[in-house]
């Protein structure tokens, strides 16, 4: 049989477009459900830049995390940049004297600054 032949063969649905492979896999229509955002935070918006510091054997490396949110999401993200200043600021010399100490201290001050903000606004921190 030649490929001409089979191809003649083939049966054509009414619409005239040759059967799908997979003719008994159907897609279901669904509604149109518009983007859910989360809502803004009830209460005070704080903000606050946290350093992450990475110490190298011979350089360093500093990132800066700005976050404004809640009081809870600025908590998170001082406990994420003091997390890896304490696991990854200290392998190198500079950095174990010095700048991760800057790191630490300053994220520190920044937490107080918002804390007092919180105590400030009526929260309780």
């Known amino acids: 049989m030649n490929p001409e032949q089979s191809y003649q063969q083939q049966p054509y649905p009414q619409n005239g477009h040759p059967q799908q492979p997979y003719p008994n896999q159907q897609y279901a229509q669904q509604p149109y459900q518009p983007q859910q955002y989360p809502h803004p935070a009830q209460g005070p918006v704080f903000q606050a830049k946290f350093r992450k510091h990475t110490g190298l054997i011979i350089l360093a490396q500093w990132q800066d995390s700005y976050v404004t949110g809640s009081y809870a999401d600025v908590r998170a993200a001082y406990r994420a940049a003091q997390t890896h200043n304490l696991l990854a600021g200290w392998w190198g010399l500079i950095s174990l004297l010095v700048y991760n100490w ?15 903000q919180a105590r400030a606004a009526g929260l309780e921190v």
């Open 102 to 116: 800057i790191a630490l201290i300053g994220n520190t001050s920044e937490m107080g600054r918002i804390k007092q």
